[in-house]
């Protein structure tokens, strides 16, 4: 069965760090890319960051670039989320998916959603 599991959501103060993982079960993430998308309550999905697991390109929203970094680890079959600087604004439900082609920043360019990990930012 195909699926992805993200982990290390958590409450977090403003400008501190956590490290998301998006981790694969039943297939291999070689040669393929991986994106991370977050949901605010009463927002619409917004695509964040994306990775090729075949060549490491990147791609990351202006609303991140800067504070979060995505890496891939293919001995561990898992993608991970390195977010830095926490605002508030940050705070949403984050998942990953597999990307099928199109623009990096659409959802409906992905299939095999995982049900997510909450992360909340506040003092």
């Known amino acids: 069965q195909v699926q992805l599991v993200e982990s290390g959501g958590d409450l977090v103060q403003p400008g501190g760090s956590l490290r998301l993982s998006c981790a694969a079960s039943?297939?291999?993430?070689?040669?393929?890319?991986i994106g991370w998308f977050r949901q605010a309550p009463g927002q619409e999905r917004e695509g964040i960051s994306c990775?090729?697991?075949?060549?490491?390109?990147?791609y990351y929203a202006d609303s991140v670039k800067g504070r979060f970094t995505i890496s891939r680890d293919k001995s561990k079959n898992t993608v991970s989320l390195q977010m830095n600087s926490l605002k508030p604004e940050d705070t949403a439900v984050y998942s990953c998916?597999?990307?099928?082609?199109?623009?990096?920043?659409?959802?409906?360019?992905?299939w095999g959603w995982g049900k997510g990990t909450l992360v909340t930012v506040s003092s």
């Open positions: 998916a597999i990307y099928s082609g199109g623009s990096v920043y659409d959802a409906i360019n992905y």
């Open positions: 039943g297939f291999t993430l070689n040669y393929l890319a």
């Open positions: 990775i090729s697991t075949y060549d490491g390109r990147t």
